[in-house]
């Protein structure tokens, strides 16, 4: 009977050093550690470091860390990032220290609004640096196609390979993403000899195996004319120089994954980053009424889900001054107030323009005001 209930006793315990490590769906772990990610789809198989955290990103590019925390990032062996600002999403931006002192200062829209992302596209446009190691981690992704609502899923296959391939004393064990692109995608370039040397097949896949020789291609018989005539038991001259290509076609490079690409892929992935953050936000109303004769000052509040709206800045502009004027803004406050100034039948969106506290993102809200 005791030993019944000395399993009983043990039983949560070796349940919980068994999830040590693991993370939860949150944004905080289970303990008082936050719970960050690598872009919003993810990026999986990386090895991260944090002040008082290590581990590996799972699936969904997840990754521990206490506020206040660095964080670095490697491929297997190969360092990709160091001493980053941990923080609930980390871009590809967010990995360079001047792109993000860069995107502190944002740029004003065609309504007279600060908007972060004019300044986002113009950095992944003409960032080569950005450009080398988005383009490098897109090409370790198993499928190499990495498509809208999908993460970089880099998976210990490739990590294995990509480890073996760095620890050959011919290939530099990291890789510089500062130099140009032409440097960084030549065929001889270090990137590109370490992708050369993994095969995205499973281990015992024919591709990932050596191509026949020209030697052996020439010295097989060549396929008969008639099918029928055809020996089961023997290669034929074509089918080796078929094999051959397809190995070949199959060693992937950066040619594989052009700046378009990196380029398309940056733009979803701060997208949906700033997306995620507007969901969080909300104006108190979304429309409202006011007789013409109501001219007193009226008040909208942003709010945020399940917390405070805790903003560093906020701005309004009224589509339609004449008829509902934006009277004054604090982001103390969270508030944004204006007053009727047109007559009955007149009617104005007031967008409100707002920044929080933990981002560089702008998030746009509207109102629809309607003087009766």
């Not at 995620?276 to 942003?302: M, N, Q, W």
């Amino acid at each position: 009977m005791k030993l019944v209930h000395l399993t009983r006793l043990f039983l949560p315990l070796s349940a919980a050093v068994v999830c040590t490590g693991c993370l939860d769906s949150g944004g905080s772990g289970s303990d008082d550690t936050r719970i960050g990610r690598i872009n919003y789809q993810g990026l999986s198989g990386l090895t991260y470091t944090t002040n008082s955290q290590s581990g590996e990103t799972n699936e969904a590019g997840e990754f521990r860390y206490y506020l206040g925390e660095t964080l670095s990032l490697k491929v297997g062996q190969l360092p990709i990032i160091d001493n980053v600002p941990a923080q609930d999403f980390v871009s590809f931006l967010d990995f360079q220290p001047e792109l993000r002192e860069a995107l502190k200062t944002a740029s004003v829209n065609d309504r007279g609004l600060k908007d972060h992302r004019p300044v986002e596209l113009n950095l992944l446009l003409n960032n080569t640096e950005l450009q080398n190691r988005t383009r490098f981690l897109l090409a370790l992704d198993w499928s190499g196609n990495v498509s809208e609502g999908e993460g970089i899923d880099i998976r210990p296959r490739v990590i294995e390979q990509l480890n073996a391939a760095i620890n050959d004393p011919d290939i530099p064990d990291t890789l510089d993403f500062t130099v140009s692109a032409q440097d960084f995608s030549a065929a001889d370039s270090p990137a590109n000899r370490i992708l050369q040397s993994i095969c995205f097949y499973p281990e015992d896949d024919r591709l990932c195996g050596a191509p026949p020789s020209q030697q052996e291609i020439e010295a097989a018989p060549s396929r008969p004319e008639n099918d029928e005539d055809l020996d089961p038991n023997t290669v034929y001259k074509e089918d080796l120089q078929s094999l051959a290509d397809r190995i070949r076609e199959a060693v992937r490079t950066l040619e594989d994954v052009d700046s378009e690409q990196a380029e398309n892929y940056l733009e979803r992935e701060l997208a949906s980053i700033s997306n995620h953050y507007g969901r969080r936000y909300f104006l108190k109303e979304s429309r409202a009424r006011h007789p013409a004769s109501d001219t007193g000052i009226k008040t909208i509040e942003v709010r945020k889900i399940g917390g405070e709206a805790a903003l560093a800045e906020i701005e309004a502009v009224s589509a339609r001054p004449n008829d509902i004027a934006v009277h004054s803004w604090s982001w103390q406050t969270a508030e944004v107030e204006y007053y009727v100034a047109g007559d009955t039948g007149g009617e104005s969106d007031i967008r409100i323009n707002f920044r929080p506290e933990d981002t560089y993102r702008w998030i746009t809200k509207d109102i629809r005001v309607i003087i009766d």
